[in-house]
């Protein structure tokens, strides 16, 4: 998000009701279903079922059967893109390991289906409904099968947990006619949004997940390998051993479209914990795996320029620090209101912007964007005619004065009303493009005041955005206008 200097001014909101609200009833309501469904197969699973983690796909649109529609049409364009080994017996093996893991996985909706890339970058990807990608990179660098089988159940897991179509049902939702929120898409839809996700980018939403998603992975997959009797250790074993071989150097490439969530290690040790520590004679390694990592290993070398799709975009690698949860307060001439305490005010009169550290990015002309953070500013809308002019108009004049210096912006979901503060609001949901690459949501919230349009830009890329609603939500919670 570019700025323009501008100047601020105050929010509270009382209520952001309408279809957030009838949104959240339906997932209480699936939720209490997820509860009772969890508390009966609880009571019908063996002991040491009984205190594993419970996990369950979020919020989809998508049916399953939609996801494998999605993935195979992503897939093809994938394999166009991504130098293939094309090695029957590396593929022969991997399917092998794969469809046993795949057989302890939750919920055996798809057809899995596991190829070798021809990359020595340790890395690995999954698309929705079971197409899965291991580099030979992970093949030669593993010590032992339970490392690989750790790294396949991890990607096995995105596709159970169904993280891409999850991500894409936010992403993509508000485009989507109203009336089928809560239901399912029609499968011309399905064609949509492989079209608006253009076709196969380790950057896209579909390979971008969130830490929370990551964690979820890490879970499952500690999980499936225990019931499919491996060490369910060798997952983050083989995660400390390539993040501690990649020190001092580029973060490894497995990290970077798999985001390390906090206290990595510490979940996956307290789930095996939970699970009663390494099942009995459980396996590690495989006369198999030695013999197919020798074979690898005396494989021609990749292509010159034949790398997997490297994270594209403005190069910055590193995400702020998650929002914390303690708040400070902030007050200017036109408001008072509070901010996380690891993030930054910058003010100025009545305007004034929130920013995490990292939060700030070149934007490719050596000038900063706001790729983190929350812009309070006051906008002062011009009307010719004698009546006064509406928030609405307002607010339509503001977000025409926002395109000038962000031609990508364009409306994903119209006006809503609500109130901040007591006073009537609107609340407009904009998507740009993110100087930290791909796309971003900015949360437009606009009050009219008498001094102006005071407007709050809430902004974070599009495939994180769900990581800072939270905060954006308490912060302007916590508006307070001088009256
Ligand atoms: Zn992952």
Redo the contacts with the bound molecule.
């Keep these: 998000m570019k700025l323009r200097e501008a100047r601020v001014s105050y929010l509270r909101q009382t209520s952001l009701p309408n279809k957030r609200s009838a949104l959240l009833q339906i997932r209480s309501d699936l939720r209490q279903v997820v509860a009772v469904v969890v508390a009966v197969v609880l009571m019908l699973a063996p002991v040491a079922w009984a205190e594993r983690t419970q996990l369950k796909p979020g919020w989809n649109l998508f049916s399953p059967e939609q996801d494998a529609q999605l993935g195979r049409q992503v897939s093809r364009d994938a394999e166009r893109q991504v130098p293939m080994l094309n090695d029957a017996r590396v593929d022969a093996y991997l399917n092998s390991l794969g469809r046993r893991l795949a057989a302890h996985a939750p919920y055996h909706y798809f057809q899995y289906q596991f190829k070798c890339v021809n990359d020595r970058a340790i890395n690995a990807f999954a698309l929705p409904g079971g197409f899965v990608y291991i580099n030979r990179g992970v093949l030669e660098a593993a010590d032992n099968e339970a490392q690989v089988a750790g790294v396949m159940a991890?990607?096995i897991?995105?596709v159970e947990l169904r993280?891409g179509t999850n991500q894409a049902t936010k992403a993509y939702a508000w485009q989507v006619p109203l009336g089928v929120l809560g239901g399912a898409l029609g499968n011309n839809a399905v064609g949509a949004v492989a079209q608006a996700i253009g076709g196969f980018a380790v950057n896209s939403v579909l390979l971008k997940?969130s830490r929370t998603?990551?964690s979820q992975?890490?879970i499952l997959g500690t999980q499936i390998l225990y019931d499919s009797g491996y060490d369910p250790r060798a997952m983050a074993q083989f995660f400390e051993k390539i993040e501690a071989e990649s020190k001092g150097r580029n973060p490894a490439e497995?990290f970077s479209?798999?985001?390390s969530p906090e206290h990595r290690m510490e979940r996956v040790n307290d789930e095996v914990e939970k699970l009663g520590g390494p099942p009995r004679g459980y396996k590690t390694d495989s006369p198999e795996f030695r013999e197919i990592k020798r074979y690898v290993l005396s494989l021609p070398a990749p292509p010159k320029g034949g790398r997997a799709p490297q994270q594209a975009g403005g190069g910055r690698t590193r995400r702020p620090d998650q929002p914390s949860s303690h708040f400070q307060s902030y007050e200017n001439e036109a408001l008072r209101m509070s901010y996380p305490d690891n993030w930054r005010p910058n003010g100025q009169g009545s305007a004034v912007s929130f920013v995490p550290a990292g939060g700030v990015v070149d934007d490719g002309r050596g000038k900063g964007a706001l790729a983190y953070g929350m812009i309070v500013n006051i906008f002062e809308p011009h009307h010719d005619r004698s009546e006064p002019v509406t928030v609405e108009d307002a607010t339509d004049q503001l977000i025409d004065d926002m395109r000038h210096s962000n031609p990508g912006m364009r409306v994903v979901r119209q006006h809503e009303r609500i109130r901040l503060d007591g006073e009537r609001g609107l609340s407009t949901y904009l998507s740009n493009d993110s100087p930290a690459s791909g796309r971003e949501t900015d949360w437009l919230v606009t009050v009219l005041r008498p001094e102006g349009l005071i407007y709050f830009v809430c902004v974070a890329p599009e495939r994180e955005y769900d990581e800072y609603d939270r905060t954006f939500e308490a912060m302007l919670n916590s508006v307070r206008f001088r009256r």
């Design positions: 991890h990607e897991s995105h993280h997940y998603a990551e992975a890490d497995f479209n798999h985001p």
